[in-house]
């Protein structure tokens, strides 16, 4: 559907030149003609400002690569956007040009005279009146770095973001939009625990394009100019917004299709890329036909966001909090067992027995790439003592504060300050199943979080740590009501680095089935 402007920094001559020319030079007593769109961006302070000499340390020229294209339809008018690259850092800008932005193409690398300019915000940071003149065309790039970003990362650091060219995976629109409404005009996304907006001109040639109910989308980020405090994003083109909204689910997949059975939460040694998770098939699936995803969390109290308080999104909170594993690719027979964890595989951390020939159907790096769509680098994703944690099942991979699980276990200790705020109902909402319920089953009162009500259920911490414990979730499900005839238990199984695959699997404390 699309050919994307992928991922890579400017010509290494260029980044070279431009990293070099931006330094001061203090050894030879000479500043640099060019000050870093960072250190412009700094500069701005909440109110307009005239870039004095004294302000640019001497410098009269920033440099930068233009993301912007007029001619695709889709940008503020007037304003040419661009982002400049250096060692492990990407910040961008808007220049205020007026009508001769259509002068300029995606990818020129330009140096761009802004002393005596004014740095201004409406909405987003740009600077003013800058002519044909100020600008000099020194090459053309053929791609653009490109950075995928959650929405909890863009509010944590919006002057890191703003004027970029980035990607959010997994974006919910909000309200789920009607059938034929387009995206001309604004529209709102839900992204983990945060909103964007989606900004597109009428006469975008991509202004019709019918709105999904779930999307990938790119673009140019800016502050909106008519929400404050709110980012939005500018699609340059069609392609830039790809519909990935979950398939509608068959009305035969029945009630509970999988259940969690086993979790690792401890492996022996560190953490990081050695969880994992085991669940059972109570029916035929293809994920790449019905997916579904599994989100964990970890609410230690300084974990962000919403540090030593309930989850802003529930399980959809992302950050550090709640992290996500899209189930979309692979399959599993009724009856089986499947994983679900860090790319090591492995049975009780490193150097233990492989897993990889047991059924994964999603493992990621998530110590150092975060999760699909949800969550950020995290080495411990399954806490080891301290407040509950747990995971929790879904049907397909995009989720919002309101989504339902269809299966939930948590453990952990009794604290409830990042659990559970029932007056302003933030929590973790519960799946019906054998110990958690929506509804109170003697009173019928609402309790839709873990920790409210009757939802107090949870596998305890297991000591001594770090010996790796397998956590089996022992009990009977009846494939034919689709019902716990005996609600799992736990059990807490001490794996050896020599322990085989199969023993995950096997013994008195595995889930059963019957019918």
């Given at each position: 559907m699309k050919k994307s402007l992928n991922y890579i920094f400017l010509l290494p001559l260029l980044v070279l030149l431009m990293q070099s020319c931006e330094k001061r030079n203090f050894l030879e007593g000479r500043l640099s003609?060019?000050?870093?769109?960072?250190?412009?961006?700094?500069?701005?302070?909440?109110?307009?400002?005239?870039?004095?000499?004294?302000?640019?340390?001497?410098?009269?020229?920033?440099?930068?690569?233009?993301?912007?294209?007029?001619?695709?339809?889709?940008?503020?008018?007037g304003m040419l956007i661009v982002q400049q690259a250096q060692p492990g850092k990407l910040h961008g800008i808007a220049l205020n040009v007026g009508d001769i932005a259509a002068n300029y193409r995606v990818g020129d690398s330009i140096a761009v005279n802004i002393s005596n300019k004014q740095l201004k915000r409406a909405g987003f940071l740009y600077v003013d009146a800058v002519q044909?003149?100020?600008?000099?065309?020194?090459?053309?790039?053929?791609?653009?770095?490109?950075?995928?970003?959650?929405?909890?990362?863009i509010y944590q650091r919006p002057h890191e973001f703003e004027g970029t060219y980035v990607q959010i995976i997994g974006g919910e629109m909000f309200p789920r939009p009607e059938a034929g409404q387009t995206f001309a005009g604004v529209k709102r996304m839900v992204n983990g625990a945060d909103t964007l907006n989606i900004r597109t001109l009428p006469n975008?040639?991509?202004?019709?394009?019918?709105?999904?109910?779930?999307?990938?989308?790119?673009?140019?980020?800016?502050?909106?100019?008519?929400?404050?405090?709110?980012?939005?994003?500018?699609?340059?083109?069609?392609?830039?917004?790809?519909?990935?909204?979950?398939?509608?689910?068959p009305g035969d997949l029945g009630a509970m299709p999988l259940v969690f059975t086993g979790y690792c939460p401890d492996p022996e040694g560190g953490d990081g890329n050695y969880?994992?998770?085991?669940?059972?098939?109570?029916?035929?699936?293809?994920?790449?036909?019905?997916?579904?995803?599994?989100?964990?969390t970890n609410n230690a109290g300084g974990n962000q966001p919403n540090a030593?308080?309930?989850?802003?999104?529930?399980?959809?909170?992302?950050?550090?909090?709640?992290?996500?594993?899209?189930?979309?690719?692979?399959?599993?027979?009724?009856?089986?067992?499947?994983?679900?964890?860090?790319?090591?595989?492995?049975?009780?951390?490193?150097n233990s027995t492989s897993l990889a020939?047991?059924?994964?159907?999603?493992?990621?790096?998530?110590?150092?790439?975060?999760?699909?769509?949800?969550?950020?680098?995290?080495?411990?994703?399954?806490a080891n003592s301290g407040n509950a944690s747990g995971m929790a099942l879904f049907v397909g991979t995009n989720i919002n504060e309101s989504t339902v699980p269809i299966d939930l276990v948590m453990f952990g200790g009794l604290g409830t300050?990042?659990?559970?705020?029932?007056?302003?109902?933030?929590?973790?909402?519960?799946?019906?199943?054998?110990?958690?319920?929506?509804?109170?089953?003697?009173?019928?009162?609402?309790?839709?979080?873990?920790?409210?009500?009757?939802?107090?259920?949870?596998?305890?911490?297991?000591?001594?740590?770090?010996?790796?414990?397998?956590?089996?979730?022992?009990?009977?499900f009846n494939t034919r009501t689709r019902t716990w005839e005996t609600a799992r238990g736990y059990n807490a199984k001490q794996l050896s680095k020599q322990s085989l695959?199969?023993?995950?699997?096997?013994?008195?404390?595995?889930?059963?089935?019957?019918?």
């Open positions: 003609p060019y000050i870093s769109i960072e250190d412009l961006r700094q500069i701005h302070k909440g109110t307009d400002i005239q870039l004095t000499g004294a302000l640019l340390s001497e410098a009269q020229q920033t440099r930068g690569v233009v993301i912007s294209d007029v001619q695709l339809g889709n940008v503020p008018a044909a003149a100020d600008i000099e065309v020194i090459a053309n790039v053929s791609r653009i770095y490109r950075r995928n970003v959650t929405a909890s990362a975008a040639p991509f202004a019709n394009l019918q709105v999904p109910r779930n999307v990938n989308v790119q673009g140019i980020l800016l502050g909106d100019s008519d929400h404050a405090g709110v980012m939005a994003i500018w699609p340059r083109m069609a392609s830039d917004i790809l519909d990935v909204s979950d398939p509608e689910i969880e994992y998770i085991q669940l059972r098939a109570n029916a035929d699936i293809n994920f790449a036909e019905i997916p579904f995803s599994v989100v964990t030593g308080a309930p989850p802003g999104a529930g399980w959809a909170t992302g950050g550090a909090r709640t992290l996500k594993f899209n189930l979309t690719e692979g399959s599993v027979k009724k009856g089986e067992f499947f994983y679900v964890g860090g790319h090591q595989k492995r049975i009780s951390g490193a020939e047991l059924n994964w159907v999603r493992a990621i790096p998530y110590a150092t790439s975060g999760g699909d769509g949800l969550g950020d680098a995290n080495a411990n994703i399954l300050s990042t659990i559970i705020d029932s007056v302003a109902n933030l929590g973790y909402r519960v799946a019906n199943n054998d110990h958690y319920r929506p509804f109170n089953a003697e009173t019928g009162a609402a309790q839709p979080f873990f920790s409210m009500g009757s939802n107090q259920y949870r596998v305890p911490h297991f000591l001594p740590a770090n010996v790796g414990f397998f956590i089996q979730l022992g009990g009977v695959a199969s023993d995950l699997e096997v013994g008195e404390f595995v889930t059963r089935q019957t019918e």
